[in-house]
């Protein structure tokens, strides 16, 4: 990627105060966003104010659950970059390098989105990538 100023990225949380720091860390460490958005939904926990401290650029809090579809619809919205890059709060052994494998093909115009799929062994591997698709990042 050329320019870390292409990127967006978009955090959904619900009550992840044990885990938002890191994943914030983790992405403003990285050097590859313009913004780090985080978008609590419903979060009756300290999740909102551990993001701020933690660095994120903006900070959503819905204080009624709405679900995950519409957190990352109010993240796209504030976004001001190109592309977006999408992950949960509550990530674990997210590095950098994962960034790169998922931002890169995009920013590189091989693909129009890249969602990583984890092994979760043969036969959910092989559901997962027959299915909508949905993973955390």
Not at 95 to 116: F, S, Y
Request: contains cysteine.
């Amino acid at each position: 990627m050329s320019s870390r100023c292409e990127v967006s990225a978009i955090v959904s949380a619900y009550n992840e105060a044990e885990t938002i720091e890191p994943i914030i860390k983790l992405l403003s460490d990285s050097e590859l966003f313009r913004e780090i958005i985080v978008v609590t939904d419903g979060s009756t926990d300290q999740t909102p104010e551990l993001a701020r401290q933690a660095g994120a650029t903006q900070v959503f809090h819905s204080p009624v659950r709405q679900g995950k579809g519409l957190a990352m619809r109010q993240g796209a919205l504030a976004a001001s970059s190109p592309y977006i890059f999408f992950c949960d709060a509550d990530l674990i052994g997210l590095r950098k390098e994962h960034l790169l494998q998922i931002i890169d093909p995009v920013a590189n115009g091989e693909t129009d989105m890249c969602v990583d799929l984890h092994d979760r062994g043969v036969i959910v591997t092989w559901m997962m990538r027959h299915l909508p698709l949905i993973g955390g990042e």
